[in-house]
């Protein structure tokens, strides 16, 4: 299915995990994919992935908390002649702790690089959507967004606040033919959820109906059909990817 020809992906986050997925997706749907990681090193392990996997595209480097590297990113993708008619939001990070003990900086990185990322990429990517009259923005949540979980306060409250903030930048673009979606994974096997104590893990398992963590491809695959022509008459939603953990 060559459904995304024609079309620049920008995914933040490519490095690894459920980013490096979706650039896989949307690149073997034919989109030119550009994936961003906070390092040189992890920004070329992105264009060697791509190429092994015949895509068309690079890694770029980028700090989706910092204004100027946002900037500089989107500066960059204009000169290239590639700016996104797809922007996928995943870059995102965990500082888990009570909130009796965590530190203003914990809830400051985690609120900044999840939710207030959104501010910065989605400003600077619907300028060119909105004068192309057409675009597709996916903002990856999380299911603690909806369920809350105990030591991710500063979590929870930044990918609640990107579901909504999905809602209101999908009413704000409708008319210029955007559609803004959101995806909200539930625990998915990644280097995010690699850490769990295997304690943790099992009692995690015990409210999975589907009785299993999720794979990146199969978040991947919502990412996908998201961005998809088939998905049209979609703008607003959040889709839950979550093996049944939380049904909305
Ligand atoms: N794994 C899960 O169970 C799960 C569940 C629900 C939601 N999610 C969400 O899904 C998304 C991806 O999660 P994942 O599990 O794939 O995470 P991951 O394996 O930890 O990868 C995180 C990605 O985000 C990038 N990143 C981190 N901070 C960044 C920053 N300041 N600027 C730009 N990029 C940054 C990382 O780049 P580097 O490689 O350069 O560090 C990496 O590519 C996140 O938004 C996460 O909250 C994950």
């Known amino acids: ?38 390092s040189a090193a992890g920004a070329t392990a992105i264009g060697t992935a791509l ?19 946002v900037t500089a990113l989107f500066a960059r993708l204009e000169a290239d002649g590639h700016t996104p008619s797809i922007l996928v ?3 995102g990070i965990t500082r888990d702790g009570l909130l ?12 900044d690089t999840n939710l207030g990322s959104l ?21 990856v949540s999380s299911v603690v ?36 979606n959101a995806v909200a994974p539930g625990f998915i096997d990644t280097d995010m959820t690699r850490g769990l104590a295997d304690a943790h893990r099992e009692k995690l398992l015990e409210q999975i109906p589907l009785g299993r963590l999720g794979a990146a ?6 990412v996908g059909y998201l961005v998809s022509p088939a998905a049209a008459y979609v703008t607003g939603h959040t889709l839950h990817v979550n093996g049944g953990m939380y049904m909305g």
């Open 145 to 180: 967004g909806s369920l809350g979980n105990a030591g991710q306060s500063n979590y929870a409250a930044a990918k609640a606040g990107m579901e909504g903030f999905t809602r209101a930048l999908a009413r704000e673009l409708a008319g210029r033919g955007i559609t803004v």
């Open 1 to 38: 299915m060559e459904d995304l020809n024609g079309e620049v992906a920008l995914v933040t986050g490519a490095s690894r995990g459920i980013g490096a997925a979706i650039a896989a997706e949307l690149g073997s749907r034919g989109a030119r994919v550009v994936g961003t990681a906070t």
């Open 51 to 69: 190429e092994a996997a015949g895509v068309e595209g690079c890694g770029l480097v980028a700090d989706v908390s910092d204004s100027e590297s």
């Open 217 to 222: 491809a199969e978040v991947a695959a919502a």
């Open 89 to 91: 939001n995943n870059a």
């Open 100 to 111: 009796a003990r965590m530190r203003e900086e914990d809830w400051q990185a985690v609120v």
């Open 119 to 139: 501010y910065r990429t989605c400003r600077a990517a619907s300028r060119a959507m909105m004068r192309a009259r057409r675009g597709r923005i996916v903002n």
